[in-house]
């Protein structure tokens, strides 16, 4: 079992920067992946970014390439870890609801946080 706390989100503006954190906590999270997807309005959810345990493996969805930087804090004792997620050059499209999600690799089992809402308004 793993909980996710995501912090960060709200209105921003268009060409501003969106910074999200996700607070990870459980066993064994060197097993997982953590990240971030988003939900606009009338899309299907798409992945921003995903990272794993050590970092050397990062994925950044088409729409966000370019744009975006994700980073993992990882605990010692393996039970908190935290991503963070900045987005630069924000549009109007980056309008969504944002998951944090820690995906196991082992089991190919997902976690999901209650979501944030980012609005980007000019």
């Known amino acids: 079992q793993v909980q996710l706390v995501e912090s960060g989100g709200g209105l921003v503006q268009v060409g501003g920067v969106l910074r999200l954190s996700c607070a990870a906590s459980?066993?064994?999270?060197?097993?997982?992946?953590l990240g971030w997807y988003r939900q606009g309005p009338l899309k299907e959810r798409e992945i921003v970014a995903l990272?794993?345990?050590?970092?050397?493996?990062?994925?950044?969805?088409?729409s966000v390439k370019g744009r975006c930087s994700i980073s993992r804090a990882n605990a010692k004792n393996d039970a908190k870890n935290t991503v963070h997620l900045q987005m630069n050059s924000l549009k109007a499209e980056d309008t969504a609801m944002y998951y944090c999600?820690?995906?196991?690799?082992?089991?190919?089992?997902?976690?999901w946080g209650q979501g944030t809402q980012v609005t980007v308004s000019s």
């Open positions: 999600v820690a995906r196991n690799e082992v089991v190919e089992n997902d976690y």
């Open positions: 459980g066993r064994a999270l060197r097993n997982y992946q």
């Open positions: 990272i794993n345990w050590s970092g050397g493996m990062i994925y950044y969805g088409d």
